[in-house]
């Protein structure tokens, strides 16, 4: 491990040695044992969870002083399975599972945070802070807790909809973030849509803070999202992405192979989203298809059925929103003759399966099927 060192603010004349190693921050169990060598004195400092050291030179001791938000995000060491979803018509279509990427920040959603956070723990903020902004069943809200909880930073969602603020407990996504140290403010959808003028006021409020936008999409998000194509993912001559903000088709546009086409499927209604996409990726590699069937978040019987049989099918979950919209798209796709014979398409799995049970409990209000968790 690297140690930096720095005078430490104190009565007693002390330096601070910061760890600066990644590899053990993931864990947070058991014990790490740290041999520092400091002018000659060597001393082994036991810890239950990754921090920082002062040496007390009245003491002549090292003491632990634990900095959470240190613990920065990484780039895990695993490889997300690409699984073939047998279709026929002359062509291959592959499912990458990225949202295996992480149990609790799911698919994209981990690498739009990825250098966002990396970026602002790396300023080593006093009281460091993330807001973001979402809906009821945001899978970004989700995804914002579990990482303050992870690298221990506290967080706010600034959630639409006043209506919902003594609904927390029934609400499975608002309910979790809370569980996770999320704390809320709660805004009506007039003002929630200026949300250039609420980032000012929340600027502010708290000078220090980082603001992430809605979806967490932004540039930094867009350079994160390059993770999800690597060296399997560059046979494709299809990438697929659900789109909603934009930032992930955006980075996968960006990141590309020069031979492989970007397709979009828009999961909500917005006729500025192509022009979105292209001022974020710089490029012009991608196509749009409406995917949304009605409306952002809206959730069909026809949709339900799709999810279902495509779980029964092939033991894979879709989330009702993006993904589950995106892959019943690309089956029409397939069936009207759109690729090319022998075309390889990779779509992207990216996420938001948290918002299942939040789509169940509504659909059982309304006496409807329900989608299939098992």
């Given at each position: 491990?690297?140690?930096?060192?720095?005078?430490?603010?104190?009565?007693?004349?002390?330096?601070?040695?910061?760890?600066?190693?990644?590899?053990?921050?993931?864990?947070?169990?058991g014990?790490?044992?740290?041999?520092?060598?400091?002018?000659?004195?060597?001393?082994?400092?036991?810890?239950?969870?990754?921090?920082?050291f002062?040496?007390?030179?009245?003491?002549?001791?090292?003491?632990?002083?634990?900095?959470?938000?240190?613990?920065?995000?990484?780039?895990?060491?695993?490889?997300?399975?690409?699984?073939?979803?047998?279709?026929?018509?002359?062509?291959?279509?592959?499912?990458?599972?990225?949202?295996?990427?992480?149990?609790?920040?799911?698919?994209?959603?981990?690498?739009?945070?990825?250098?966002?956070?990396?970026?602002?723990?790396?300023?080593?903020?006093?009281?460091?802070?993330?807001?973001?902004?979402?809906?009821?069943?945001?899978?970004?809200?989700?995804?914002?807790?579990?990482?303050?909880?992870?690298?221990g930073?506290?967080?706010?969602?600034?959630?639409?909809?006043?209506?919902?603020?003594?609904?927390?407990?029934?609400?499975?996504?608002?309910?979790?973030?809370?569980?996770?140290?999320?704390?809320?403010?709660?805004?009506?959808?007039?003002?929630?849509?200026?949300?250039?003028?609420?980032?000012?006021?929340?600027?502010?409020?708290?000078?220090?803070?980082?603001?992430?936008?809605?979806?967490?999409?932004?540039?930094?998000?867009?350079?994160?999202?390059?993770?999800?194509?690597?060296?399997?993912t560059?046979?494709?001559?299809?990438?697929?992405?659900?789109?909603?903000?934009?930032?992930?088709?955006?980075?996968?546009?960006?990141?590309?192979?020069?031979?492989?086409?970007?397709?979009?499927?828009?999961?909500?209604?917005?006729?500025?989203?192509?022009?979105?996409?292209?001022?974020?990726?710089?490029?012009?590699?991608?196509?749009?298809?409406e995917?949304?069937?009605?409306?952002?978040?809206?959730?069909?019987?026809?949709?339900?059925?799709?999810?279902?049989?495509?779980?029964a099918?092939?033991?894979?979950?879709?989330?009702?929103?993006?993904?589950?919209?995106?892959?019943?798209?690309?089956?029409?796709?397939?069936?009207?003759?759109?690729?090319?014979?022998?075309?390889?398409?990779?779509?992207?799995?990216?996420?938001?399966?948290?918002?299942?049970?939040?789509?169940?409990?509504?659909?059982?209000?309304?006496?409807?099927a329900?989608?299939?968790?098992?």
């Amino acid at each position: 491990m690297i140690f930096l060192g720095r005078l430490y603010p104190s009565s007693v004349p002390a330096f601070l040695f910061r760890c600066a190693a990644q590899k053990e921050l993931h864990s947070g169990r058991g014990a790490i044992s740290t041999e520092i060598k400091f002018f000659g004195l060597r001393r082994k400092v036991l810890s239950s969870t990754p921090g920082s050291f002062r040496y007390d030179y009245k003491r002549q001791s090292f003491q632990t002083i634990f900095f959470p938000h240190l613990c920065l995000m990484k780039i895990p060491d695993i490889t997300l399975p690409i699984i073939e979803i047998p279709v026929g018509k002359n062509v291959q279509l592959f499912i990458k599972r990225e949202d295996l990427i992480h149990p609790d920040i799911s698919g994209n959603k981990y690498w739009k945070l990825f250098y966002n956070l990396t970026d602002y723990l790396n300023q080593n903020p006093t009281a460091p802070l993330l807001i973001t902004f979402g809906g009821a069943y945001s899978n970004h809200i989700a995804a914002a807790a579990a990482a303050g909880e992870q690298f221990g930073l506290k967080t706010m969602g600034i959630i639409r909809g006043e209506e919902l603020t003594d609904k927390i407990a029934a609400n499975s996504t608002l309910h979790l973030a809370q569980s996770r140290g999320m704390q809320f403010r709660f805004v009506s959808r007039q003002d929630y849509k200026d949300k250039v003028s609420l980032s000012a006021q929340l600027q502010a409020e708290f000078p220090t803070a980082l603001l992430i936008p809605e979806g967490g999409t932004n540039a930094r998000a867009v350079e994160g999202i390059r993770h999800m194509l690597t060296d399997e993912t560059e046979s494709f001559d299809y990438l697929c992405a659900a789109a909603g903000t934009g930032g992930t088709l955006a980075g996968i546009s960006k990141f590309a192979a020069e031979n492989q086409q970007v397709l979009g499927f828009k999961v909500v209604d917005d006729s500025s989203l192509q022009a979105k996409i292209s001022l974020l990726s710089g490029h012009e590699n991608f196509s749009l298809f409406e995917a949304h069937y009605g409306a952002y978040g809206k959730i069909t019987d026809e949709n339900i059925r799709f999810i279902n049989d495509f779980k029964a099918d092939y033991g894979i979950p879709l989330d009702p929103i993006y993904t589950g919209k995106m892959m019943r798209r690309l089956f029409t796709l397939i069936d009207e003759g759109y690729f090319p014979a022998g075309s390889r398409i990779l779509a992207f799995h990216t996420g938001g399966l948290q918002g299942i049970s939040g789509a169940n409990e509504l659909l059982s209000r309304q006496n409807r099927a329900t989608i299939n968790l098992l």
